[in-house]
């Protein structure tokens, strides 16, 4: 049994780098992955991976085997003797209709590839599933169920979900403005995102996670914030106020969520805590994320810095939260990743820098 969970593995495969450390270098110079497309009715911005050269049968579980050696490689673990989650919303959705693209056939064929020995596990709750199954993870640890846990998030963004957010009204046809008053919708991204969980001791320790739903509306956060604001408070007993450093929240830039986690983090205390979003760096990445901004967030916290809030200019939520529009030196040595999504789903994460304590 697992009493203390860390993270002893990583792996990345973004628009803007392949590594943890490649990626925060990327985004602390100002890049971003979001680029102009006009493959539908309208046109919309995103993040997209680059599929030149590439002749295999699933570009999805490429990248998610690619992202989750790495991890596997840099936890130096056998895979055989560990527990693997997917967490992904729609999976390998390019191929309906050509070939098997259940999210359990995908878990299987990636666990396979990497050489899994256990049953796959899939998580898929919306647009908290990273969060979720790092939780999942944290839990089979804890029980003994398993040494090590692979935890891999990844999204691609077909044709199908950008039409499906446009009948939403939900996407804008510039780049994303995270809690800014001009915001106007979200911009979608592909990425994969893995972990390896275990009790072996590393840098990173997972101290607290809580999923909670609020049951508002199908695609509508909850007015009051109610889902966030619960699960931020299950996640805060585990730290002292002076040791948080920041708050990395969803931040998608649509009108309702942004202004539902400004006030869950009124509700919250913690106004006077920094908060940043990357969705101006990475688009909407779905089911990855979850872990892909858990593992920016760990290096810029390593650097002793809160990033900006790429698009931020002017408030324009109801409550004075302390949005990062430049990057700033904090102090602490935790953060709390935030997350919501449909269904009235919503996710926090406690993670602390520098093993126990």
Not at 346 to 353: D, F, H, T, V, Y
Request: with cysteine; charged share 20%; aromatic share 6%.
């Amino acid at each position: 049994m697992t009493e203390v969970v860390y993270i002893t593995g990583r792996g990345l495969v973004t628009p803007i780098g392949n590594t943890p450390e490649e990626v925060f270098q990327a985004v602390r110079e100002g890049r971003s992955a979001l680029k102009q497309y006009a493959d539908t009715a309208e046109p919309y911005w995103a993040s997209r991976l680059d599929r030149s050269g590439f002749t295999g049968e699933s570009f999805f579980e490429n990248i998610a085997i690619e992202a989750a050696q790495k991890a596997i490689q840099e936890a130096d673990i056998d895979p055989a003797e560990a527990g693997f989650i997917l967490s992904t919303i729609k999976g390998d959705i390019e191929h309906l209709g050509s070939r098997d693209i259940s999210l359990a056939a995908s878990a299987s064929n990636i666990a396979k590839a990497l050489g899994v020995q256990t049953a796959p596990v899939v998580v898929s709750n919306a647009c908290i599933s990273g969060l979720a199954a790092m939780v999942q993870s944290m839990r089979m640890l804890r029980t003994g169920l398993y040494k090590h846990v692979i935890v891999v998030g990844a999204e691609l963004q077909s044709r199908f979900i950008v039409t499906g957010f446009q009948s939403l009204k939900a996407l804008s046809q510039q780049p994303c403005k995270p809690f800014d008053a001009a915001r106007d919708g979200l911009n979608p991204g592909e990425a994969a995102a893995a972990v390896v969980l275990s009790g072996q001791s590393a840098p990173w320790q997972l101290i607290a996670g809580a999923v909670r739903n609020d049951a508002n509306h199908i695609s509508g956060p909850s007015r009051t914030g109610e889902g966030s604001y619960n699960a931020l408070k299950a996640v805060l007993p585990y730290v002292a106020k002076e040791d948080l450093a920041f708050v990395n929240v969803h931040g998608t830039a649509t009108r309702y969520n942004d202004e539902m986690e400004a006030i869950a983090l009124e509700r919250a205390g913690l106004l006077d805590v920094p908060v940043n979003s990357l969705k101006g760096v990475f688009g909407h990445t779905m089911g990855a994320a979850g872990i892909l901004e858990c593992l920016v967030s760990m290096q810029a916290l390593e650097a002793g810095i809160v990033l900006p809030t790429r698009g931020f200019n002017e408030l324009g939520v109801s409550m004075p939260v302390k949005v990062s529009a430049d990057e700033q030196k904090v102090k602490g040595s935790t953060f709390i990743k935030l997350l919501s999504g449909f269904g009235g789903v919503n996710g926090a994460m406690l993670l602390r820098k520098g093993g126990e304590k």
